[in-house]
């Protein structure tokens, strides 16, 4: 009996143990899994502009949900652009693109975690549009807090790309 409750004893020890080195190695990885990822770099710069590429959402808590960044994006050529793909560094991350009428194109999201759709968006000299993005803290589960770095990749038909940078510090 004795014998029963150490085998017991010691692999509840071992499995919380073994929670608590996943739980580390997750939050280890967070902040670098973008660099690499698909989608994440180009040479060529898209002529579309954005006056914010960049948004920090402070710390955020996995119990209040997903948050929303809207970035705004301009065609400022003579010419029209198309925007081909828009790809996220991470499963967590969605993008969606929202014209001047208030339609909505996506979810776009990462590749090789489901169909991703191609964009196909088509901004007119002068347009703009409205790329959201929406970053889930609950889709890593509890291996998900600590601090996040996740981008958008807007690629136009040109090969050029627009990226948008998200920065948070998840808590439970």
Not at 77 to 83: A, F, P, Q, R, S
């Amino acid at each position: 009996m004795k014998s029963k409750t150490l085998i017991t004893s010691v692999v509840f020890v071992l499995v919380i143990a073994g929670l608590f080195a996943w739980g580390a190695a997750g939050r280890a990885g967070t902040t670098a899994s973008v660099q690499g990822a698909p989608g994440t770099a180009s040479d060529v710069k898209s002529a579309l502009t954005a006056p914010e590429t960049f948004y920090d959402f402070g710390t955020i808590s996995m119990k209040n949900w997903n948050v929303t960044k809207e970035f705004s994006i301009t065609n400022p050529t003579n010419e029209d652009i198309t925007v081909k793909t828009v790809l996220t560094s991470c499963m967590c991350t969605t993008a969606f693109i929202v014209g001047a009428d208030g339609k909505v194109k996506g979810p776009f999201s990462m590749p090789g975690m489901g169909y991703v759709p191609p964009a196909n968006e088509t901004i007119k000299p002068g347009e703009s549009r409205i790329i959201r993005v929406v970053y889930d803290p609950n889709a890593h589960g509890p291996a998900g807090v600590g601090q996040i770095d996740r981008i958008v990749t807007l690629s136009d038909a040109s090969g050029g790309t627009l990226q948008f940078e998200i920065k948070a510090v998840v808590t439970p």
